[in-house]
């Protein structure tokens, strides 16, 4: 008779610490990618072309450096859904999950446009200076369109949802909570095509990160 083996022991899975730093390193990313495309796209939508030209090595960084800024994000989303732990509502977790996967995902189709403008500039170098301007100018005003208007109020959202878990749970202290609440307003309210206001996401989240790595050094010790 065939000797029974019995089954190896289950380990629960933990999230690892090195996940709290994803904000911090989302935070980084994101809001380099934010000054450099502001030093690179002149916000005058009637700009001479030459800024394509001239300054597509910063276009070209921030489409390296966004990707890596998105997955860090996910795992920022992650350690938000661990903090919450037993105490998440499957109402707001619905909404903030969805709004932060809906900000992501409008991210990366504004960077995918640049990207494209960037591939048809180096497709055809000999054209390069025949560049339609009406085809710059449609790509720069549905990128702004994107990421300033749709993606920064999915932002909104999220933080908008997650400050009423906190409310309700007193997860966080209430000065983060109002601070989550204040600039939550300030995205879904302010309409604006600076990119600027689009640094309020990764300051935010950078903050977040830094209490939620206090928080857990200080348990630890």
């Known amino acids: 008779m065939a000797e029974i083996k019995a089954p190896p022991q289950i380990h629960a899975l933990k999230t690892p610490r090195a996940a709290g730093v994803a904000g911090i390193l989302f935070a980084l990313l994101f809001a380099a990618s934010i000054i450099l ?21 910063y276009i070209t960084i921030v489409l390296t450096l966004m990707p890596f800024a998105g997955i860090a994000f996910l795992w920022f989303v992650g350690v938000i859904r661990d903090l919450l732990g037993e105490y998440e509502d499957r109402f707001f977790s619905s909404i903030y999950i969805g709004s932060s996967l809906l900000f992501i995902a409008m991210v990366f189709v504004a960077t995918a446009l640049g990207s494209a403008l960037v591939a048809s500039f180096d497709f055809d170098k000999t054209r390069a200076v025949d560049l339609n301007m009406d085809v710059i100018v449609f790509s720069r005003a549905v990128m702004l369109q994107i990421s300033n208007v749709y993606a920064v109020r999915m932002a909104g959202v999220f933080m908008t949802s997650l400050g009423v878990v906190w409310f309700k749970t007193r997860l966080v202290p209430r000065w983060l909570t109002y601070i989550t609440f204040a600039l939550a307003l300030t995205l879904l309210v302010v309409i604006s095509f600076s990119l600027w206001v689009t640094l309020v996401v990764p300051a935010w989240t950078l903050l977040v990160s830094l209490y939620i790595l206090l928080t857990d050094y200080r348990q630890a010790a």
């Open 37 to 57: 495309t502001r030093l690179a796209v002149p916000e005058d939508l009637t700009a001479e072309r030459g800024w394509f030209t001239e300054r597509r090595q």
